[in-house]
C-alpha cells in the first residue's frame, strides 16, 4: 500500500521515520509492504531522507490513484479540512492525529468514509500513543460507558505537577515551562482548557455514538491557581488535577473541563508529569484506566502508524465507528451538585458561614489569615448564587472516587 | 445473530446478563439483534430466566445451524478444546473467557478460524474487562512490543496487598483470602504463579506473533515470603508484587513469573488489591499502562460481549491475529542479569560476603538478627552458584526501571 504524509512537523516526520524503520514488522502485521510515497510541506528540508518524496504541491497526492491512504499531520482546521474532505470523496482513507480537526468535523468525516466504503481514523488525536480511540469503539462494545475522567493535556500536567512538587506559582512554572519547551508561546488553548475540551467531546462523541460539541463542555483552566491551593490539597491527601470529564446520570450526559482536587485512592492521583491517565467507567467493566505518554514525536507517530495499518487490514470496508450526525445534547453544569473547596478573606468569615449556611461545610485550618471551608453537595447554581455575595479567593471542586 | 453459552458459571450467566440487559445499546454497536439462543450446562437452574434455554446436550448447540458465535466459558482443558474445535471446524465462531485453553491450545484454534474465515477471540482471558489482547493486536501493530511487565494474578495480588498493609504471614492472609472467597481451597495455580505464566504466555505470543508456550516461562510464586521481607521492602520505599515479564533483548525473548521488588516510580506500584495492571512498553510508544479490575462476573462477561460483538460486525471475515504456529524459543533465564536482595543468618554473613565478592553489594539495616544486602547486576546462574554455597533464608529480585 502507497501512503502520503501532509505535514514534515514533528508528527509527520515520525510517521515518516516508524515507516522507514519499523518495515519488517510493520509488514507482518499488516500482511503486506506499506511505503510513504509523498510528503507535503511548503518547506524545504535539504539532506533530509525525505527529500526525494517532497512535494510543495497537494495536486501530486490527491490527484495519484497509488495513494490509498493519507496521513493528516499538519493540525488546525484549515487546510486540513478542504485537504481531508477532498481526499475523503476521491475514496483515499484518512489517519490523523488533528484533535481541532476531528473535534469540528469529525461527524461529517466520518459519514463520507461510511459512504465510500473506506475509512476515517483518529487514534493519535487524543492521548498520544495511548489506545483509547480503538477501545471505545470496539473494547467497550459490549458494555455502556457511564463515566470518562481524564487527565488528557500533559502541559497543564507538568504545570500542576511542579506546582505541587515545588510550591511554586502559576506565572513561574508557566515561564519555565516555556523555556523547556513544554509550554508553547501562546499556551492559551492548553492552560484554558480548550484543548481538553476538545479531546473529551471526542471521547464523549465515541462512548454516546453521537456528536459532542466542544463548545457545549463547560470549560475552566488552571491560570488562577496558587501555591496556596497547593498547600491546602496536601493537607488534605489530595493534588490538584486538570480534569475532563463526561458522565451519564439517568440518560442525560454532562461534560466539564475544570481543575479539581483528586483523592489518593484513584489511579489518577499518580500520573504525573507530562503524562496522560484516562478513567473509563462502564456499567459492567467498572474503572478502567489508560495511562502512558500522551504526547511525543515517536509515541504519537506509532499510533497514527497503527491507523494505517487498520486501513490496509479493512480495504474495501468501513470500520464501523458508532459516533452519528445525531447532536448528544449536554446538559447545563448548573444541575450539577459537587463538592467545592473554597477560600475568603478572614474579614468575610462570617458572611460566607451566613451564605454557605444552607449546605454542610467542613471549615480547615487556615493558611495565611484566610478563612477556607468545603461546601459539601452543593448545586452549581446554588454555588454561583452564593459566590456572588462574599469575595471568593478562589474555589476549586473536589473529585469524588464514591459518586463516581 | 444467535448465539450459544457453555458453561453457565460465573462469567457465563454474567454473559447471558449482558446480552439481556444492554440490548439497545448492543444492537447499536453490533448493527443487529444478538440473542442467546442456548445454554450449555449440566446443572438445572429452576426459577433462573436461562431456564427456557437451558440444554445438557451439546448437540443442541454443535448441530443447530441458527447459532452463528458459540461463547465458552467453562473452564479447563476437557471438554472446552474438544467442544471448540468441533464448532470451529463447523464454521462458528468462538470466543472464550478460559486462559488454559488458550494458553494450550491457541495456536491450533487460531489456525482453524483463518482457514474457515471466522474468528476465535479471546479478549477476557487476561485481565478481566481490561482490554490487552485487541490493543496488542491493533494499537501497536506499528510499533514493536519490546517489554510487558504485569500484575495480572488478582488473588496473589490481593493476597500481597494485605500482607503488606497488615505486616501479616503469608498463610494467616491466604487462610483469610479463602474464607472471603478471592482465593480458591487449592490456590496452587495462583499462588505458585502458574496462572500468571499461562497469561503472560498469551499476550507474549502476541506480541512475539508466534506460539509461547507457557512451560517454557520460568515460575516462581509468592508462598516463601514473609513479613519480614515486605518491612525490608517498606525501608527500601519499595513493594512486593508478583510480576509477569516478556523482554526481548536483541532479538531474544525472555519471559518469568516471579515476586519482585517495584520501586514507587513505576505505575504498578499502586496496582493494590484484586488489580490488575500491565505496563507495555513499545520501541516507540514506550511504557502504557493497562489497569483495572482482573476479573469479576460482569467485568469479564462485558469483555466477552465485546469480542461477541465483533464476530457480528466481522461476518465472513477472519480478523487478522499475528499468533503464528512458528515456536518462539524462550532464553533460559540463567543468562538473564538482575538485582537480588537477599537474606541471610547472621552467622552466615562473612561467608556470604565472601561468596557474593564478584558482584558490588549494598548492605541493608538488620532485622532480627539477620544480615541482609543488594547484590547488583548479578547474571541467574552465577547468583545460583553463589546461593548453593551459603543458607539463603529468602531472595527476591529488584525490578530496576531504568533498564525497561
Not at 80 to 94: D, M, N, P, Q, R
Not at 156 to 163: A, P, Q
Not at 348 to 363: C, L, N, P, Q, T
Request: with cysteine.
Amino acid at each position: 500500500m502507497k501512503i502520503a504524509i501532509l505535514g514534515y512537523g514533528t508528527i509527520g516526520s515520525g510517521v515518516f521515520e516508524v515507516f522507514g524503520t519499523n518495515v519488517d514488522n510493520i509488514k507482518k502485521r499488516a500482511g503486506e509492504e506499506i511505503t510513504v510515497k509523498r510528503v507535503l510541506d511548503l518547506r524545504e528540508f535539504p539532506g533530509d531522507p525525505v527529500e526525494a518524496r517532497l512535494t510543495h504541491d497537494f495536486r501530486d497526492i490527491a490527484d495519484d490513484p497509488e495513494i490509498e491512504c493519507v496521513v493528516e499531520t499538519m493540525g488546525g482546521n484549515e487546510p486540513a479540512y478542504t485537504f481531508l474532505k477532498e481526499l475523503l470523496l476521491k475514496g483515499k482513507s484518512v489517519c490523523t492525529s488533528n484533535k481541532e480537526l476531528v473535534a469540528n468535523h469529525g461527524t461529517e468525516l466520518l459519514e463520507i468514509a461510511r459512504q465510500k466504503k473506506i475509512n476515517f481514523l483518529f487514534e493519535a488525536s487524543v492521548g498520544g500513543a495511548i489506545p483509547i480511540i480503538r477501545p471505545l469503539m470496539e473494547s467497550f462494545s459490549g458494555d455502556e460507558i457511564i463515566d470518562i475522567c481524564g487527565i488528557i493535556n500533559g502541559t497543564t500536567n507538568y504545570i500542576l505537577t511542579k506546582m505541587d512538587r515545588d510550591g511554586a506559582d502559576y506565572a513561574d512554572v508557566l515561564a519555565e515551562a516555556q523555556a523547556k519547551g513544554f509550554a508553547e508561546r501562546n499556551p492559551e488553548a492548553d492552560v484554558e482548557g480548550h484543548d481538553a475540551a476538545r479531546k473529551i467531546a471526542i471521547l464523549a462523541s465515541l462512548a454516546c455514538g453521537a456528536e459532542v460539541d466542544f463548545r457545549d463542555v463547560y470549560t475552566e483552566g488552571i491560570t488562577k491557581l496558587t501555591a496556596l491551593d497547593f498547600e491546602y490539597a496536601r493537607r488534605m491527601g489530595r493534588v490538584i488535577k486538570l480534569i475532563a470529564s463526561m458522565r451519564k446520570i439517568d440518560g442525560k450526559v454532562f461534560s466539564t473541563v475544570r481543575p479539581m482536587l483528586i483523592p489518593a485512592e484513584t489511579p489518577l492521583y499518580t500520573v504525573n508529569d507530562v503524562f496522560n491517565g484516562i478513567l473509563v467507567n462502564g456499567r459492567f467493566s467498572k474503572s478502567i484506566m489508560f495511562y502512558g505518554s500522551g504526547a511525543g514525536k515517536l509515541p504519537t507517530a506509532s499510533a497514527v502508524a497503527a491507523d494505517v495499518i487498520e486501513v490496509a487490514k479493512n480495504r474495501g470496508r468501513n470500520i464501523p465507528i458508532v459516533w452519528s450526525n445525531k447532536k448528544q445534547p449536554i446538559e447545563d453544569r448548573m444541575e450539577q451538585k459537587n463538592d467545592f473547596f473554597i477560600r475568603v478573606k478572614h474579614s468575610d468569615k462570617h458572611k460566607a458561614k451566613e451564605v454557605f449556611s444552607g449546605v454542610h461545610i467542613d471549615e480547615l485550618k487556615p493558611e495565611n489569615g484566610e478563612f477556607a471551608f468545603i461546601a459539601r453537595n452543593m448545586a452549581e447554581k446554588d454555588y454561583e448564587e452564593a459566590a456572588k455575595k462574599v469575595d471568593i479567593i478562589n474555589k476549586i471542586r473536589l473529585l469524588n472516587v464514591a459518586q463516581r
